[in-house]
Every structure is written in C-alpha cells, then in structure tokens.
C-alpha cells in the first residue's frame, strides 16, 4: 500500500483518535460552531428534565464517589460522616445514582466526540511561557478552588449556572456573574502564562 493511500492503523485511531503519522490527509477536523454547541447543551439540559426530572451537575457525582472510597476502608465510618449521611441506609450501593452514571457518560462522549473529530490524544494544553510543573500548580490550585466553591455554593457550574439559571433560581443567577466575573479577573491576572 502507498504512502498516498494507506489508512491510519485501526487499533492507533481507536485508542488516540489521530491517523497514523504516515497519512497527512486526515487531520483534525475543525471545531464546531459554539452557537451549535450551545444549542445542543441546552436541548440536551431539556431532555434531562424531560427524561430524568432533574438537571445536569457534575459535583454531586464526585461526592458520591469519595464517599464509596470511604467506604472502602469502613462503611460505618463513611455513613457517620455528617457529610455523607444522606448516601447510605439504603441496599443499593452510594454509587447507584443518576449523576455518577452523567458523569461516566461525560467522559465517553467527551472521548468519542474527540476521537470523531481527530482530536483524542494525550497533551498539556499550555502557553508559550509556563513550564509543565507550573501548569499542573496552576491547574491543581484552580481545581481545588473551584470544588471548595461548588461545596460552599452547593453545586457547580453545571448544577448552579446551567441548571439553576434554567430554572431562573435567584441564586444560581447571580452565582452566573460572581463566576463569570471571577473567572475574568483572575484570567487577567494569569494572562501571561497564556500568551
């Protein structure tokens, strides 16, 4: 098979996403339009309602699952924890719920969705200027601040701002602006990490 017509090596492109570096043809594809992707999010955001009767959130999935690793060790010990009370007591296992199964589907569609766009490899996004233990600080950093958040604010971007501004909840609402403006504030202050 020539160079012009060989085809990316299938197990390669299945785990990576990207064709084999001997074809040039098949690069990634472009991204796709955010109003698009906006308008998807929302029609997906009603179909939660509509199917499940609740929103999309990411947090409370997390929760369940440091809760399961707690129980782990002792499951006495996790189901005495104020904190986590409200998952045990029941015969179905802490991670039985509907946000541990979206966030499992987060993941593969995130996935897919980069692999059809030729896009799934490993790689650090960062700019010119920051080296790669200073982009994991960062990241790590900013991670923790936005799950204490979600805690404090009982929910995170998706619950909060896609969820409960859907619904039109006051609080969610203005959780909307402190995020946007602080997320604005703060990429100022680390703008040259980027550029």
């Known amino acids: 098979m020539s160079k012009e017509t060989s ?4 197990v390669w492109f299945f785990l990576t996403g990207r064709p084999d570096a001997r074809d040039e043809a098949l690069a990634p594809k472009a991204f796709w339009s955010p109003y698009a992707a906006g308008v998807l999010l929302g029609i997906t955001l009603f179909l939660a309602f509509f199917v499940m009767g609740r929103g999309v959130g990411a947090s409370g999935s997390m929760n369940r699952m440091m809760a399961a690793i707690y129980a782990l060790f002792s499951e ?3 189901a005495s924890l104020h904190y986590y009370q409200g998952y045990f007591g029941s015969s179905r296992s802490v991670l039985y719920n509907y ?10 569609g995130g996935y897919v969705s980069a ?4 896009r799934a490899h490993l790689t650090v996004e960062r700019g010119p200027r920051i080296d790669l233990r200073s982009r ?3 990241a790590f950093t900013g991670g923790a601040i936005m799950a204490i958040g979600a805690r404090i604010a009982r929910g995170c971007t998706s619950g909060q701002v896609l969820t409960g501004s859907a619904n039109l909840a006051i609080g969610s609402l203005i959780m909307f602006v402190c995020f946007f403006a602080g997320a604005y504030a703060v990429a100022y202050v680390v703008r040259k990490q980027w550029i």
């Open 7 to 10: 085809a990316p090596l299938a």
């Open 76 to 78: 006495g010990f996790a």
């Open 99 to 108: 946000a541990v199964f979206q966030i499992l589907g987060v993941f593969v």
């Open 115 to 118: 692999a059809l766009g030729r």
């Open 136 to 138: 994991f600080a960062l």
